[in-house]
C-alpha cells in the first residue's frame, strides 16, 4: 500500500486498485478496482452518543428495549455530514481521517486488506462532561451521473454495541467495517 499525495486529492494505491480522498473534505471520492471506476461523495463512520448520532448520517434508536430478533430497520438520513473535517495524517502505514464532531474526534482509518479499502474507527470524548456511547454505524454515499448511480446509494452498516460511559478526554472505543 501507498498514499500519493496530489494538489487536491489523497490516493491510496495497491497492485490493482486506487482509493482518492479529497484532501479539503476528507470525502472518499472514487474506488478504481480492476479497470473499473466508482464515484463516491463520501464514506461516513458515525458515532451514537448520548441519544443521538454526531455526524447525523443515521436516525439514532437507543435499542436498549429491544432483543436480536427485534431489531428495526436502520434508517439513514438525508443530510449534510456535521463533522468538521480536521485533516489527514498517516499512522503506522494507514491514512487517518479526523472529524470534530458533537464534543467526540473521530478517526476513520484507512489501509489496505488485500485489494479493498479497509475503514477502522476510533472514537475520543473530547468534551467536558462523561458520555454514553452505544452504537457506531458506517456508510456510504453514490454519485449520480447520466446513467444513473455509479454506485449503490447509502447503504448503512450498524453495529449494535453495549453502552458504556466514557469519561472526558479518553478514546471511547476501536471498530472497524
Known amino acids: 500500500m501507498r498514499i500519493i499525495h496530489q ?9 490493482d486498485a486506487a482509493y482518492g480522498f479529497d484532501r479539503a473534505t476528507g470525502a472518499l471520492l472514487y474506488a478504481r478496482l480492476g479497470g473499473r471506476e466508482h464515484v463516491f461523495t463520501g464514506l461516513y463512520a458515525d458515532a451514537g452518543v448520548d441519544g443521538r448520532y454526531l455526524r447525523g448520517q443515521m436516525a439514532f434508536d437507543p435499542l436498549m428495549d429491544k432483543r436480536t430478533w427485534e431489531l428495526p430497520q436502520i434508517q439513514a438520513v438525508n443530510a449534510p455530514d456535521a463533522g468538521v473535517f480536521m485533516g489527514f495524517t498517516e499512522e503506522d502505514g494507514a491514512l487517518l481521517a479526523r472529524y470534530e464532531a458533537g464534543g467526540a474526534l ?19 470524548n473530547t468534551g467536558a462532561k462523561p458520555c454514553v456511547v452505544n452504537g457506531l454505524s458506517f456508510s456510504s454515499g453514490a ?3 447520466a446513467r444513473g448511480l455509479s454506485t449503490p446509494p447509502t447503504i448503512p452498516g450498524f453495529i449494535p454495541i453495549k453502552a458504556w460511559r466514557t469519561a472526558r478526554r479518553t478514546p471511547a472505543g476501536w471498530w472497524a467495517a
Open 106 to 124: 473521530i478517526t476513520q482509518v484507512y489501509d489496505l486488506c488485500g485489494e479493498a479499502l479497509r475503514l477502522r474507527a476510533r472514537l475520543y
Open 143 to 145: 454519485r449520480r451521473t
Open 7 to 15: 494538489e487536491d486529492r489523497l490516493v491510496i494505491t495497491g497492485r
